[in-house]
């Protein structure tokens, strides 16, 4: 156990609707990070927040859009959703917002139908 | 932007053997950071081993160990006396705080290993 905790574990939802992911990082850590594991594109850093600021952008979508609140729990929201967005998605934390040790959650499990 | 390659999709080993997986990048910065994640069938990412790139000296945790050559873009991870638990997909990783500090992942090495 990472310390790290995700919701929900599995949603499955319908092209064009809105879902939000959570994360609650370890205690004690400011940064927090989102991945999207999927079939066809591997793994990919999605954004990181660093005490609610945006620190790093990789390759996010205009649909998607993440947020991190004063304590420190994150949000990834994903809009106008596409078969393609059907994927695993991570959440990671550490302490600091530069590359120190990731601890990644258990994931969720998006399947858009 | 910069690539990681992962050639070996899968790989496997005997228990208590000693394999080594593959890992190259591309860049042309000289400051940046090389990881390693291991992804078990609970998918939960796991930090293997990390790697500064000014650091000469390979990095080493346990029975994980790597050889870094940043002359020629190689990052390969070494694990001796494999165990059943390392059975697991690798995935090598870049990060350098000039290119907006993203990580970029190599396509993964699934690990077999054979009692």
């Known amino acids: 156990d990472s310390g790290v905790t995700q919701t929900p574990k599995h949603l499955i939802t319908a092209t064009g609707q809105r879902v939000t992911l959570r994360c609650s990082p370890r205690s004690g850590d400011l940064s927090v990070y989102w991945y999207q594991q999927s079939l066809d594109q591997g793994l990919q850093f999605l954004i990181q927040?660093?005490?609610?600021?945006?620190?790093a952008k990789g390759n996010i979508l205009e649909r998607f859009s993440a947020q991190q609140f004063p304590d420190l729990h994150s949000e990834l929201n994903l809009s106008s959703l596409e078969l393609g967005d059907s994927a695993l998605y991570f959440c990671?934390?550490?302490?600091?917002?530069?590359?120190?040790?990731?601890?990644f959650g258990p994931g969720t499990r998006l399947l858009v139908l | 932007a910069q690539t990681v390659t992962q050639s070996q999709p899968e790989m496997s080993v005997q228990e208590a053997e000693t394999v080594t997986l593959s890992c190259t990048y591309d860049?042309?910065?000289?400051?940046?950071?090389l990881f390693w994640y291991k992804q078990p069938p609970s998918r939960q990412m796991i930090l293997v081993i990390r790697q500064e790139a000014y650091k000469q000296q390979n990095a080493t945790e346990n029975r994980f160990s790597v050889n870094f050559q940043k002359a020629a873009k190689s990052f390969s991870l070494k694990i001796s006396d494999s165990q059943l638990g390392d059975a697991a997909m690798y995935f090598c990783?870049?990060?350098?705080?000039?290119?907006?500090?993203?990580?970029?992942f190599g396509t993964g090495t699934s690990l077999t290993v054979i009692p």
């Open positions: 927040y660093y005490n609610g600021e945006e620190r």
């Open positions: 990783a870049y990060r350098s705080p000039n290119t907006g500090n993203q990580f970029y």
């Open positions: 860049t042309s910065e000289s400051d940046y950071y």
């Open positions: 990671a934390s550490s302490v600091g917002g530069g590359v120190e040790t990731q601890y």
